[in-house]
């Protein structure tokens, strides 16, 4: 018979895992509801990793890996953005601006931001009942504090 370590379980014998301290962070869809949505200055939201990745989304916002990492790039380098548009949840917006961490594109009364962390873009949407200004704030200040998170 196979001897049992002391004080740990035969179940957990050979298993590696992390500590709670060691695992890698992941947005929720409560914080999308809660942060984006809940603040009434972003329509839909969704939270990205910068490899395109869906952490979480508001219910309905279809974003697509290839949609964030064209915007993630833009953001680097605002060519392909500023020719092609900027596309988000099967939505072309036109470019307005981008830096190093933020791109912004609007459609008529509907606006776009996307925010840079480090290992992770949020993005929003606003409506035309909203004020784009509400809505760049919001989305910049969840990606902050993300990015003051590790994240």
């Not at 931001?113 to 704030?137: L, M, P, R, S, Y």
Request: hydrophobic share 35%; aromatic share 4%.
């Amino acid at each position: 018979s196979s001897r049992r370590a002391e004080g740990i379980p035969a179940s957990r014998k050979g298993i590696k895992t992390q500590s709670k301290s060691q695992q890698k962070p992941r947005a929720r869809r409560a914080d999308v509801d809660d942060h984006l949505i809940g603040t009434g200055h972003v329509t839909q939201g969704a939270i990205c990793g910068v490899d395109g990745s869906l952490w979480a989304a508001s219910a309905g916002f279809d974003v697509s890996p290839e949609e964030v990492t064209k915007i993630v790039a833009g953001m680097d380098d605002p060519a392909g953005l500023q020719a092609g548009g900027v596309h988000l949840g099967g939505h072309k917006f036109m470019f307005i601006q981008s830096d190093d961490r933020m791109v912004a594109g609007k459609k008529g009364n509907v606006g776009l931001f996307a925010c840079k962390a480090a290992t992770c873009v949020v993005v929003g949407t606003h409506d035309e009942n909203i004020q784009g200004g509400n809505c760049n704030t919001c989305v910049g200040n969840l990606a902050d504090y993300l990015l003051n998170n590790g994240m």
